[in-house]
């Protein structure tokens, strides 16, 4: 008989998770609300795929992991029923002048990731890449190895294909963990993947709060994304498929769930309208909130408990991390449910992998 795995939280880990093991386990999921989970970070994210952009802020393994995950991730679509618009070419940093300094030190803050090469670009070069620029842009920086992918056909495409697999499905089940027990229930292994629903266990856990803008913009021809110096955080417009474009995110220490704020608003709309006037006529699709699950030091962390297996704290890099850090725990399920014990883990995820039994 095959082993049974419950994966509590079905969003981005969740369904990661699902999409990994559902072939060789028996699978229950339970997660708090529908199967749309449109309010996860996973929902609302921008996902972008920015090992090097985002080496700025964290530390050079996590820029590492990150463009190893980005090669995962046309495998993972690749299964799926549905497509998937996925991109890697590259992503462009602009500035307008009085942000200057900041595109500088941007650029000195970078770290050296293998084989990746940042290049300034003067005008005539932001032009020849994104004509829809014009010669607007007097500096600017290209990062060939930078991707993203569209997050809702993502969500979608792995409910269909889930749907198909047999999986007792629990919506609408807020549930506590206790051990390998989920809502009184005993499995053989226990996947936490609620991000910031699992506070209560996880004292260190924090929301960093994030906001997006998803606008029709037909008259906006970017073809790759273009990330805007901003004084308050990197604002970046993204463009997805039948001109639409995802401008975000803010990034604001606060714990607020909210809905989207006037002031935040008008800072990404306004920033999108500076990078291409064509953005005066879009519609706006939506404007959502969510709130990053991130731990202090802002690092993920897997954490092997007998038949626990907990991941969380994807912070800002969900989309690019969560393929490999999900390789790891189906990895760990794997050998834990057919092997009896916990392997070490890889060596590439060295201190991001806690056993604590
Ligand atoms: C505005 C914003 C922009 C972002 N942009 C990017 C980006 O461009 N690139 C990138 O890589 N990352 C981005 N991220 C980060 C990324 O979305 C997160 O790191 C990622 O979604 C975390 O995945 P998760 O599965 O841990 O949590 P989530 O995706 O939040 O999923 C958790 C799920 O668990 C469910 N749940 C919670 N508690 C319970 C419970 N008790 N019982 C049952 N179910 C429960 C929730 O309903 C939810 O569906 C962004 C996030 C935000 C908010």
């Known amino acids: 008989m095959k082993k049974h795995i419950a994966i509590v939280g079905f969003g981005l880990t969740g369904r990661l998770a699902a999409l990994g093991l559902a072939d060789e386990f028996t699978?229950?999921?339970?997660?708090?609300?529908?199967?749309?989970?449109?309010?996860?970070a996973g929902a609302v994210a921008a996902a972008m795929l920015a090992p090097q952009a985002e080496s700025v802020l964290c530390e050079p393994d996590l820029a590492e992991l990150g463009l190893r995950a980005i090669a995962r991730w046309p495998e993972i679509i690749g299964h799926l029923n549905g497509d998937v618009f996925f991109q890697q070419q590259g992503a462009l940093i602009v500035a307008h002048p009085q942000d200057f300094a900041d595109l500088q030190l941007f650029a000195n803050r970078l770290k050296p990731l293998e084989q990746?090469?940042?290049?300034?670009?003067?005008?005539?070069?932001?032009?020849?890449?994104?004509?829809?620029?014009?010669?607007?842009?007097?500096?600017?920086?290209?990062?060939p190895c930078e991707g993203q992918l569209d997050n809702a056909a993502f969500y979608q495409a792995s409910c269909e294909t889930l749907l198909q697999k047999d999986i007792?499905?629990?919506?609408?089940?807020?549930?506590?963990?206790?051990?390998?027990?989920?809502?009184?229930?005993?499995?053989?292994?226990v996947i936490d993947c609620r991000g910031l629903g699992a506070k209560p266990d996880l004292t260190k856990l924090r929301g960093v709060r994030g906001e997006v803008a998803r606008v029709y913009a037909p008259e906006v021809a970017l073809s790759r994304p273009v990330r805007l110096m901003?004084?308050?955080?990197?604002?970046?417009?993204?463009?997805?498929?039948?001109?639409?474009?995802?401008?975000?995110?803010?990034?604001?220490e606060s714990q607020d769930e909210g809905a989207v704020t006037v002031?935040?608003?008008?800072?990404?709309?306004?920033?999108?309208?500076?990078?291409?006037?064509?953005?005066?006529?879009?519609?706006?699709?939506s404007l959502k909130s969510g709130l990053r699950p991130s731990f202090v030091d802002n690092r993920p962390q897997i954490t092997l408990n007998k038949q626990l297996i907990s991941i969380n704290g994807?912070?800002?890099h969900g989309y690019l991390?969560?393929?490999v850090l999900v390789d790891e725990v189906v990895r760990q399920a794997q050998h834990l449910l057919l092997e009896f014990d916990f392997m070490p883990a890889s060596a590439h995820l060295a201190g991001l992998v806690q056993r604590v039994d």
Request: no cysteine; glycine share 6%; net charge negative.
């Open 27 to 40: 699978l229950s999921i339970f997660e708090a609300s529908d199967i749309q989970a449109a309010s996860s």
């Open 116 to 143: 990746q090469q940042a290049q300034w670009l003067n005008r005539e070069q932001i032009n020849q890449l994104e004509p829809a620029l014009g010669t607007r842009f007097q500096k600017g920086i290209f990062l």
């Open 168 to 189: 007792t499905w629990h919506f609408g089940s807020k549930v506590s963990i206790n051990g390998n027990e989920v809502a009184g229930q005993a499995f053989d292994l």
């Open 230 to 252: 901003h004084p308050r955080y990197p604002i970046y417009i993204v463009p997805k498929p039948n001109h639409e474009f995802v401008i975000g995110a803010t990034e604001i």
């Open 263 to 285: 002031r935040s608003t008008l800072e990404l709309l306004s920033a999108a309208y500076t990078i291409d006037s064509g953005f005066a006529e879009a519609k706006i699709i």
């Open 314 to 316: 994807l912070y800002r």
């Open 321 to 323: 991390l969560a393929p």
